[in-house]
């Protein structure tokens, strides 16, 4: 039992660590706003809770943890908004009633006298005191009456533009109402599907193989082929940053996916749900057993370190935030067919090839999805804590320093690529 809530603690750590990680991206971006910059507007601030909401700021503490105050910057929604050669990035700070009690440039990639030169006219940089965020938001620069910063008009236009345009994507994020939880016909057909899977997981087939087969062939043509019901490494990690999509079907699935294994033992996505699993093992049997390759125990040891090495990529994809898809490391988004990228269908035909050859093949070597489902099962009275275990922890270790050192790795890897092109 212990074992089981530390394999468990392992999964929550992680998910934790990456919803609190895009909670504070969404605030700080990769530009973090610091408590020295609000207290020049604010002297008593002590402490920056980011905060959950659309707003994407950060409620300021005082040292006994009283709200003071809200804080926010215009990047990104004012990365492209150019003044005369570069943006600019803003810093607001309101009470809490949400009147502005000061602005602030942050950084620019404008001109270094045109930003001088804007920082230096007090009656420009005083122009929200005092205003509310709706009067802020609601307002376009020239139906306020802000006229630009002589020797500088494009540029502090330019800012006035960013800090009406960030209030008003705020606003517009919060105005857009959540969509409602219901279910649709989707949903009712992969519920009857669950249910008779587990059935099966359970009851078995009582040797009748053709009752598998029908199951199979369900699994690959309307879970797979039609719904494209799978679950993936960009499925979990989304989740785990933004909330669940209100479908209650692909919910349901993964909440059996995890729960499951973890008190019985029993894989039920693995080997009774999955499609991709599902046409490994039908393709399997379409060649004779004499044609199957036995793996080297060398090579099929190294083979087994995908899974997790694969799992890390994700991790740093995730916590950096690469420009990089992550359906494009496993298969599963080949089922979506009209609009998968070349790189999981690529990965989806070789692992389907591999299989005629090496029975279930991605699914042994390669499926990252089904290593951390597998990871979280029980194995009943043998079951030890080993080097799994051990890795796990690692990666929940590599999960927090890539959450607290991101900035300077996204900067270190920017510059080196940088410096790579050049």
Known sequence: MILSLYRLAILVAIAWLLRSHAVRVRFEGFRPITVEEVRVLLPAAAVLKPDATERDGADVLDAAGAKIGYT????PASDS???YRGWTNTLLVFDPALHVLGVRIRTSQDTEDHVGDVKGDRHFMRTWDGKSWDQVAGQTPADAGIEGVSGAS???LAI????MRRLQSADSAAARAPSPWRIQARDVGLIAFLIAATWLAFRGTHGRRWVRVVLQLIAIGYVGLWNADLLA???IVGWAQNGVAHAPGLVLLLAMALVIPWTTGTPLYCQYVCPH???QELLARALPKRWRIALPKDVAAGLRWLPPLTFVCVLVVAF???PADLADVEPFDAYVWKTAGWATLTIAAVGLIASLFVPMAYCHYGCPTGALLNFIRRRGKGDHFGRREIAALLLVIVAALLSWKSPEMRAWLETSASDWLL
């Not at 926010?72 to 990047?75: D, H, K, N």
């Not at 006035?160 to 800090?163: F, K, M, N, R, S």
């Open 72 to 75: 926010l910057q215009t990047a």
């Open 81 to 83: 908004i150019i003044g």
């Open 154 to 156: 494009m540029t502090s």
């Open 160 to 163: 006035a533009e960013g800090i």
């Open 233 to 235: 490494q960009s499925l």
């Open 277 to 279: 699993g599902h046409a």
């Open 320 to 322: 950096l935030h690469l």
